[in-house]
């Protein structure tokens, strides 16, 4: 029996070691991402934009309600924008809407601290007032009058009406105290109500931090400017960690999808490469 040619022994190469490197390839570059030249989309790049836009100083509002199945792919983002309004000296006021957001909250400041560069102290540079039950109408009469919604303390009971422990909050009591307001709502297409209970009664600019699954939702407010900015699911992050220089994750797992797609168009190219040039020599193929 005649002895295999090398491009026969190549194209005869175990299936499992084939899906083994793509294993090791995806998981090699998720865990450890590299700078590659990546394209910014529009919503990426506006997203961006408007967080750089806000000014020095600036009290902002952050509703912030991921969940444990969202995070994921919203985390890096959040956290990203948390820590690149602290180091722009901005002032955060963060809520809940959902009670089982509050350990993940807890979570994403403990990040963003580590990521500025400055010491962040608790009522100065933000503060948080808990969960607000009621859905929509919770998030209207919050909005409306916060201090009488939350019965006038935060989510530790400090009074909001206490200059020393919590400068941030004095002249906060409603949306329209916001120029500049974010939020990020998982996957519940619950943005168009933040434009109606925030945008619209005060006029304040928003941004939204959501999976990609709601762009179709926004889509309309993004063109009316209602909605100035989103941070678009797993790419979204993926393009503030790229913009920011903050390799992460989401990069990570968008870039896996590039190169497993590489891997692969790579193994049909040189499947059909090494096919032909058996033929060639008479082989089987």
Sequence with gaps: MAEKSIYQKLLDIDHRILASAVFVIITVVILN???VPFPISTYGQQYYDFVVSIPA???????????????PQLEPATVITISMLWEKDAKIVFWNNRALSEPIYKEYIEMAKDMTSREIVYGVDYA????IAGFETGQ????????KTVAGVDAYDTSLDDADSLP?????NSGGDFEYGFFNVACSVEEPMFVRQWQMPYGTQLASINCAMDLSAITQYLATGQIKATANGLLGSAEM???????GLAFGQTLAVSFGGLYFTILVILGNVFFFLEKSRGGSG
Excluded at 140 to 147: E, G, S, T, Y
Excluded at 168 to 172: L, R, V
Excluded at 241 to 247: A, C, F, P, V
């Design 57 to 71: 100083g600036e009290t902002v509002g952050f509703m912030l309600a991921d969940t444990p199945s969202t995070r």
């Design 241 to 247: 960690e790229y913009l920011t220089g903050n390799l």
């Design 128 to 131: 948080y007032l808990g969960f």
């Design 168 to 172: 941030i909050m004095q002249g906060i």
């Design 140 to 147: 209207a009469a919050f909005l409306a009058d916060m201090r």
């Design 33 to 35: 991402p590299i700078s």
